[in-house]
């Protein structure tokens, strides 16, 4: 969903990695902000009776679907942050939340499941990380089963977006880059990263459900650019990515980000 662009200060103002990854981000939204015209639409003509009589009133509501997307993005931000913030009270103080709405209190619930399943222990939280030319907020740093790991909370009902994978890249790479935010204390590497997604989808078995993925290192699959062409399409393949290869993608929107918006040399950058 869109966002705004955001900055941190490091003797400058830097973009975040969600800034960033806007550049690329964008273009995938296209077809959901269409899906939201179309539903605001349909869910006209199922609860208005009389609509196609009236040209007016139809109007209306197509001009309502414009701009459906906006509603749909800010009610799921808002969403998305509300959840955040009760996985850290319920991760910090040790406690299980439990909520009247249902889809909410299914969450937590799959969140201490999970939480006690891999012997979650809390390093650090919404712990704000710089480097020279990017900065982010990391939802959790903890050991998970024994293993240092980054974990990004999404909320949503599709299925994950690239631009996740590359900012959890870009965030681990920034919390080794410690000299730029360190006040201090002592943090150990991180060894691994994943999601932890609330799926807003609901199933009749499992309700709401929250998932854990790892993306370290995991299968993706690319067209085949030197083989020929089948029933006139590329050939498709399966492929391992990791860690290192998401954080060239990740550097390579850093880089963009501050040629377009600042006209630097890319040579200049020195990433």
């Not at 909520?99 to 999970?114: I, Y």
């Not at 002592?186 to 990263?193: A, D, G, K």
């Amino acid at each position: 969903m869109e966002h705004e662009d955001r900055f941190y200060w490091n003797g400058r103002w830097v973009p975040s990695g969600t800034t960033v990854l806007g550049l690329i981000e964008k273009a995938a939204l296209i077809p959901w902000a269409a899906n939201c015209a179309v539903d605001s639409i349909n869910n006209s003509l199922a609860n208005k009776e009389g609509i196609f009589g009236n040209i007016a009133l139809m109007f209306d509501e197509v001009q309502k679907a414009r701009t459906a997307y906006e509603q749909v993005s800010t009610e799921a931000a808002d969403y998305g942050t509300y959840i955040h913030k009760l996985c850290e009270v319920s991760l910090t103080n040790d406690i299980q939340i439990e909520s009247p709405d249902e889809m909410t209190n299914d969450f937590m619930k799959g969140l201490w499941e999970w939480k006690n399943k891999h012997n979650v222990k809390v390093i650090a939280m919404e712990h704000e990380v710089l480097s020279k030319w990017y900065g982010g907020r990391l939802d959790l740093v903890c050991e998970l089963d024994g293993v240092v790991t980054l974990i990004d909370f999404k909320t949503g009902k599709g299925a994950y977006y690239d631009t996740w994978k590359y900012q959890l890249a870009g965030y681990r790479n920034a919390w080794h880059n410690r000299e730029a935010w360190n006040n201090g204390e002592i943090y150990p590497n991180i060894q691994h990263h994943g999601i932890l997604k609330f799926n807003k989808k609901k199933t009749k078995t499992k309700g709401y459900s929250v998932n854990y993925k790892d993306f370290t290192e995991y299968e993706a699959t690319r067209k085949c650019v030197d083989k020929p062409r089948v029933d006139g399409k590329l050939q498709t393949e399966k492929y391992i990515r990791t860690y290192e290869t998401d954080l060239t993608v990740f550097m390579s929107c850093v880089m963009l980000w501050w040629s377009m918006k600042h006209g630097i040399d890319i040579d200049e950058l020195k990433l």
